[in-house]
């Protein structure tokens, strides 16, 4: 059972472009982390949002966990071809490992 | 600071060889440790995890299995490699199980042909 679902799956975006990518569960977490991965390297956390309804900026990156902490959102403004990757929801539960979404493949192309 | 080490980074072997993959960290004690297997592009599957010394936990069965025998140290082993071990390994470490951040390896990549 994948408790974590992201999409959309693939995005292939031109540079300027704004997007936003989902993490959506019928699970509560008590906090939900995204994660960056270039290929062949190791997953960089990003941010971790904790309270429900939780809004997060970095850069022009803008992050939003839901009121019922059971979904998060990844919006990025004015897409670079340097935002390119694979990004990663992954949610936190008392007394499990973090739980890790399939992924959301970003291409930006200039 | 904290480091992590994982090697090699890139391994070919043939079908029925046996596997050891090792992970270290560095600048933290008793972390919490994961090893988790990754196919092309997609997301992370939980191999294994590690809350202490000689505690192992399996996620997923698997011709696979795990040892931690330092408290910074911990290794990924199989008797006898299936094609279908190819991929990407990862090993991470986080400060408590449920809630810590996790902090990555570079990863191994793995063909066995």
């Known amino acids: 059972t994948q408790l974590l679902e992201q999409s959309p799956q693939f995005l292939s975006i031109q540079e300027g472009e704004n997007l936003t990518v989902y993490c959506n569960s019928s699970?509560?977490?008590?906090?939900l982390q995204w994660y960056r991965q270039e290929p062949g390297e190791g997953p960089v956390l990003l941010v971790t949002?904790?309270?429900?309804?939780e809004v997060k900026k970095l850069k022009r990156l803008t992050f939003q966990f839901g009121d019922a902490r059971k979904d998060s959102s990844l919006h990025i403004t004015a897409a670079q071809p340097g935002d390119t990757g694979l990004y990663l929801c992954?949610?936190?539960?008392?007394?499990?490992?973090?739980?890790f979404g399939k992924g959301t493949t970003l291409s930006v192309s200039s | 600071s904290q480091t992590i080490h994982q090697w090699p980074a890139t391994l070919v072997q043939p079908v029925g060889s046996p596997l050891s993959l090792e992970c270290t960290v560095e600048?933290?004690?008793?972390?919490?440790l994961y090893w988790y297997r990754q196919a092309a592009g997609r997301g992370l599957q939980l191999l294994f995890y590690?809350?202490?010394?000689?505690?192992i936990s399996s996620e997923v069965p698997q011709n696979l299995s795990a040892s931690r025998p330092q408290d910074r140290q911990f290794i990924l082993s199989s008797k006898k490699l299936l094609l279908s071990d190819s991929g990407f390994y990862l090993c991470?470490?986080?400060?408590?199980?449920?809630?810590?951040?996790?902090?990555f390896g570079a990863g191994t990549r793995l063909s066995v042909l």
């Open positions: 991470a470490w986080s400060g408590s199980v449920g809630h810590g951040i996790q902090y």
């Open positions: 699970s509560v977490f008590s906090s």
């Open positions: 949002v904790v309270t429900g309804g």
């Open positions: 992954a949610g936190a539960k008392a007394g499990t490992a973090l739980i």
């Open positions: 600048g933290t004690s008793n972390p919490n």
């Open positions: 590690s809350v202490g010394i000689g505690q």
